[in-house]
């Protein structure tokens, strides 16, 4: 039994830090790595992939909209073209400084609101899959269980991960609670433990409305921007672990 752990990372800006990404890069398998649109910048870029490979932590491009004032999170009218350049310029940007320092980056994950917008659109999730399987047919995509862009990833042949959120609450129909809602954030780390063993463990998670909702896991998420989040992924490795899987 092998579960990939993951965090959002890399999202500091200029002057500006944020998160804490080298107490983080202990516990996690995975990263995802800001590539400039929505965070992050070529500094720490490159510092983060520097980080990830002292930890030996499999690395992912985490391509977002043209929004740092938004943080990436804000809805944009954007045509496929578009998203599919937005990625292959993003994904493009973090390979180069991964390859730079004699790595390999691994994967895929759309952010914020270029991630929600996809799960729900067909046109875009096949303008990024389009788009990985053009930089690299052997990168694998992150997404939401049940979306467009797992749709997409197996109609295209690309490699898909099925991603659960540690600290997000999800509706009736299986996708994040937005934001703005009550409901979107999860707190406390052994409640966030205990959602995510019945997620792996069982396929299902308790929705806002407190409906079960059937969930396939094969990645789980923490937002290295929460305030909990080094909290979270220490007990949430040792949970899994405890329960037998293997973090990888």
């Known amino acids: 039994m092998i579960i990939d752990l993951n965090s959002d990372l890399g999202e500091s800006f200029g002057a500006y830090n944020l998160g804490m990404d080298s107490e983080i890069l202990k516990f996690v398998s995975s990263v995802n790595i800001a590539c400039g649109f929505h965070a992050g910048d070529p500094m720490v870029m490159d510092k983060t992939v ?40 993003q994904v493009g940007a973090l390979k180069a400084f991964v390859e730079a320092r004699g790595g390999k980056l691994a994967h895929v994950k759309p952010h914020g609101a270029l991630y929600n917008m996809a799960a729900k659109d067909k ?19 992150f997404g939401l269980p049940g979306s467009e862009t797992a749709k997409a990833a197996v109609e295209i042949g690309l490699e898909f991960k099925n991603e659960v959120f540690a600290d997000r609450g999800y509706t ?68 899994l672990e405890s329960l037998g899987f293997e973090i990888g």
């Open 123 to 141: 046109i875009l999730s096949e303008a990024i899959v389009k788009a990985v399987k053009s930089i690299d047919p052997n990168l694998v995509l």
């Open 50 to 89: 520097e980080m990830a490979l002292e930890n030996n932590v499999k690395m992912g491009a985490h391509p977002g909209m043209p929004d740092l004032m938004g943080f990436g999170r804000r809805n944009m009218n954007i045509s496929g073209d578009e998203a599919r350049n937005y990625v292959i310029y």
């Open 172 to 239: 009736d129909e299986g996708v994040l609670v937005p934001r703005s809602q009550p409901g979107a954030f999860v707190k406390g780390a052994e409640y966030c433990a205990d959602r995510i063993a019945r997620m792996v463990q069982q396929g299902e998670v308790e929705s806002v409305s407190g409906k079960i909702v059937k969930i396939k896991a094969d990645t789980v998420c923490v937002h290295g921007d929460n305030d909990e989040a080094l909290s979270f992924v220490k007990t949430l490795r040792q949970r």
